[in-house]
């Protein structure tokens, strides 16, 4: 029995090894594929006419060629929040009382908190230049507010008024702002008969629509890749929003449960 | 020759995770360490999909060092084109991007659930659930 247990896992990876490695994906030789030496070559060029001249190409790709998908996994999150809180019991009932962490556990929550709030932000803007967009920026986000329900109970984050109503309205409002903005190149095909697609940034070979890639402002030119920091940023409240919703309800769950026994 | 050797050991690495994972999700009767290997095994497939991005002589993730973001510095042609011969592949790592937040929404639900499952049943484990609820 005991053997078994190592045996059967090391023959299903060994079966996946020979099955990859026969079909060339292993090999010591593979360089990088077309798609991928195109997008490297013409998303940061500043001279040719695809590009947005984003510096992270990732984001640029997902923004850009694969927005829609990134779309749908958006509203993925979405439903799952709202399964969620279909399946979670009744939020206001909680039995027994809570209490919070030490003082220990609660002041180094505090310093560290906006230094993650701060430092995800950075992530979220910047995520056009420097590795990271909204995903990544709202991922980091979301450890500040667990942190902080953790040391202080879930009574904390209502408590500053962002109760869960406002949160799941947030959380709509991004998706849906994401939606209308991937909506804008078509509205404007329509109205101008040029050709545009769902969540175009820049130009295609057989379609010239596309968004500047500088933002004039009176104090300063900001590089704004067309929609891509606006959709990162949209993003980054969507997802921000959707995670604290899911660990704020798992957090009461929890709490309802320790309370009760 | 130990490059290869160490090349071909990661890959192998990756995919015995892969295969213990499996097996335990398969295998195990508690709900909460089929959570854990869930979680495994996505972040294996994720490990594996950045593995495949690789080539031997990438030393770049895919982006391009240009200052700020009011004085971007834009490379030239040629330096554009000798970054490609050092860089990694930039789509597996867009999959990944999107991968993570559906694994996390995934592990969401099934939180949830259990959740539910253990104060409905008192146990999470499965063999015991079928018993409580007599379906054999």
Redesign the interface.
């Known amino acids: 029995m005991k053997k078994l ?1 190592v045996v ?10 020979i099955l ?1 490695y026969n079909s060339g ?2 090999s ?6 077309t ?3 195109k ?3 013409y998303i ?4 040719s006419i695809y590009t947005s ?1 984003a ?4 984001t640029a ?2 923004w850009d060629q ?1 927005g829609f ?2 779309y749908f ?2 509203s ?2 979405f ?3 709202i ?2 809180l279909a ?3 009744k939020l206001e009932d909680i039995i027994g009382e809570r209490r919070s962490l030490t003082i220990i556990v609660r002041l180094v929550t505090r310093i560290l908190a906006p230094i993650i709030v701060v430092v995800s932000i950075s992530i979220a ?2 995520g056009h ?3 990271g ?1 909204g ?2 920026g709202g ?1 980091v986000f979301v450890i500040a507010p667990l942190l902080l329900m953790l040391a202080y109970t879930s009574d904390w984050i209502r408590s500053r008024g962002f109760t869960d109503r406002k949160l799941l309205l947030l959380r709509g409002l991004g998706v849906t702002l994401i939606a209308l903005a991937g909506l804008i190149p078509v509205v404007y095909s329509y109205t101008t008969n040029i050709n545009a697609y769902l969540f175009q940034n820049q130009a295609k070979p057989d379609s010239f629509f596309n968004y500047p890639a500088y933002l004039q402002t009176p104090i ?4 704004v890749s067309g929609t891509i920091m606006l959709l990162n940023i949209l993003e980054f409240i969507a ?1 921000l929003t959707g ?1 604290t919703l ?1 660990f704020y ?2 957090t009461r ?1 929890f709490e309802k ?1 320790g309370g009760g026994e | 020759m130990i ?2 050797l160490l ?2 050991y990661i ?2 690495t990756i ?6 994972s ?3 999700i398969a ?1 195990r009767p508690h709900l909460v360490k089929k959570m854990a290997l869930f979680t495994i095994l996505g972040d294996a497939v994720y490990v594996l999909l950045v593995y ?1 991005g690789y ?2 002589n990438s030393t770049n ?10 004085n ?1 510095v ?2 030239s ?1 040629t330096d ?2 000798r ?2 011969g050092s ?1 990694v ?3 597996p ?2 999959f990944i ?2 991968a ?3 694994g ?3 592990f ?2 099934l ?3 259990s ?2 499952i253990a ?1 409905e049943y008192g146990t999470l484990i499965t063999t015991k659930i079928r018993e409580v609820s007599g379906d054999e």
């Open positions: 247990e059967i896992p090391i023959v299903i990876g060994l079966g996946l090894f990859l994906l292993l010591v030789e593979r360089s990088l594929t798609l991928a030496e997008y490297l070559e940061p060029d500043a001279s001249m510096f992270e190409v990732v790709v997902i694969r998908d990134t996994e958006t993925v999150l439903f799952a929040i399964a969620t399946i979670a019991s803007l910047h230049i420097t590795p967009g995903f990544q991922a300063s030119t900001i590089l997802v995670f899911a309800y798992l769950e449960r | 490059e290869e090349w071909y890959g192998f995919l015995l995770t892969i295969g213990f499996i097996y335990g295998v495949l080539t031997l993730p895919p982006v391009i060092p240009g200052g700020s973001l009011e971007p834009f490379s042609k554009i084109q970054f490609i860089t592949d930039p789509i790592q867009v991007v999107t993570i937040v559906i996390l929404a995934v969401l639900l939180a949830i659930v959740l539910r104060r």
